[in-house]
């Protein structure tokens, strides 16, 4: 199989870089007119299958929101995750995982592997120290599946952790560096990094050789606009915006979100 860095780059040239998500929070279900139940669940994410399979370059479920329901929500994340990578549309789960040894291995595997949860790619956060991740990069790489490591996120909370100072860095500019090591040398690199679109500044991106998933589109405030303003333009064709609840608030309507996810991919064109 080719490289998860490889056919991400070749799907967003050729349906657009946005990556769409899939967020059922309860919210969201009300506003669809469903029940926040499994049955609901259900039915708001095969509607988002439905658009989103063979039309996006990538999509991105929020896992928290199917293990609410326990065995059953993770039932419906199954079946999507499976129905999408079968129409040969590259899945993202948003786990946002992160421990050491044998749990960290265990999550690899279900995440990584080809079990009944098994994606394309992963969300990680490196902050028990991105060794840690050791496990979920080696077993990604055996799989040419990818990962996306939390690095600069836009919620509050998160400078005080990772604007912290390390030596002469960031500790979020040590992220990026780490990832960059593991990308060297690959033409398309597969271990990606977060940046949020809302930041003020942004770690330097330029030597890392993969993918920016880039949340905080839309709702929280992010737009093309900000995210031209806020990378190099050297980096740029490497951006991938997350969009969620921006674009899910257009439906039920399958017409309706298809309408709206055409517009972001049109908006967020100059990025390829």
Same mark, same amino acid.
């Given at each position: 199989?080719? #490289?998860?860095?490889? @056919?991400?780059?070749?799907?967003?040239?050729?349906?657009?870089?946005?990556?769409?998500?899939?967020?059922?929070?309860? =919210?969201?279900? *009300?506003?669809? *007119?469903?029940?926040?139940?499994? #049955?609901?669940?259900?039915?708001?994410?095969?509607?988002?299958?439905?658009?989103? /399979?063979?039309?996006?370059?990538?999509?991105?479920?929020?896992?928290?929101?199917?293990?609410?329901?326990?065995?059953?929500?993770?039932?419906?994340?199954?079946?999507?995750?499976?129905?999408?990578?079968?129409?040969?549309?590259?899945?993202?789960?948003?786990?946002?995982?992160?421990?050491? *040894?044998?749990?960290?291995?265990?999550?690899?595997?279900?995440?990584?592997?080809?079990?009944?949860?098994?994606?394309?790619?992963?969300?990680?956060?490196?902050?028990?120290?991105?060794?840690?991740?050791?496990? &979920?990069?080696?077993?990604?790489?055996?799989?040419?599946?990818?990962?996306?490591?939390? #690095?600069?996120?836009? +919620?509050?909370?998160?400078?005080?952790?990772? @604007?912290?100072?390390? =030596?002469?860095?960031?500790?979020?500019?040590?992220?990026?560096?780490? &990832?960059?090591? @593991? +990308?060297?040398?690959?033409?398309?690199?597969?271990?990606?990094?977060?940046? =949020?679109?809302?930041?003020?500044?942004?770690?330097?991106?330029?030597?890392?050789?993969?993918?920016?998933?880039?949340?905080?589109? =839309?709702?929280?405030?992010? *737009?093309?606009?900000?995210?031209? &303003?806020?990378? !190099?333009?050297?980096?740029?064709?490497?951006?991938?915006?997350?969009?969620?609840?921006?674009?899910?608030?257009?439906?039920?309507?399958? @017409? !309706?979100?298809?309408? /709206?996810? #055409?517009?972001?991919?049109?908006?967020?064109?100059?990025?390829?």
């Amino acid at each position: 199989m080719t #490289a998860f860095g490889e @056919r991400l780059r070749q799907a967003t040239r050729k349906y657009g870089p946005v990556c769409a998500g899939i967020d059922p929070h309860p =919210g969201l279900l *009300g506003a669809w *007119g469903l029940t926040p139940d499994p #049955a609901g669940l259900a039915a708001f994410t095969e509607t988002c299958v439905e658009v989103y /399979r063979g039309n996006v370059a990538l999509v991105k479920p929020q896992v928290a929101f199917f293990e609410t329901y326990g065995s059953a929500g993770l039932a419906v994340l199954e079946r999507a995750i499976a129905e999408l990578r079968a129409a040969g549309t590259l899945v993202l789960a948003d786990a946002k995982r992160g421990d050491i *040894g044998s749990t960290m291995a265990a999550y690899a595997q279900a995440w990584l592997a080809d079990g009944p949860l098994g994606s394309d790619a992963v969300t990680l956060s490196p902050y028990l120290g991105f060794g840690s991740l050791e496990p &979920a990069l080696e077993l990604a790489l055996a799989n040419d599946r990818g990962v996306f490591v939390l #690095a600069a996120t836009s +919620n509050p909370e998160g400078p005080q952790v990772q @604007r912290a100072v390390t =030596g002469e860095r960031a500790v979020a500019q040590a992220m990026v560096d780490e &990832a960059a090591a @593991r +990308n060297a040398g690959a033409a398309a690199g597969s271990v990606g990094v977060v940046v =949020g679109a809302t930041l003020e500044r942004a770690p330097d991106l330029t030597a890392l050789g993969g993918p920016i998933l880039m949340p905080g589109i =839309g709702a929280q405030g992010g *737009g093309p606009e900000s995210v031209r &303003a806020l990378l !190099a333009a050297a980096v740029l064709p490497d951006v991938v915006p997350a969009v969620s609840r921006e674009l899910l608030r257009a439906g039920p309507s399958p @017409r !309706a979100l298809r309408s /709206r996810l #055409a517009e972001l991919q049109d908006a967020f064109g100059f990025l390829g």
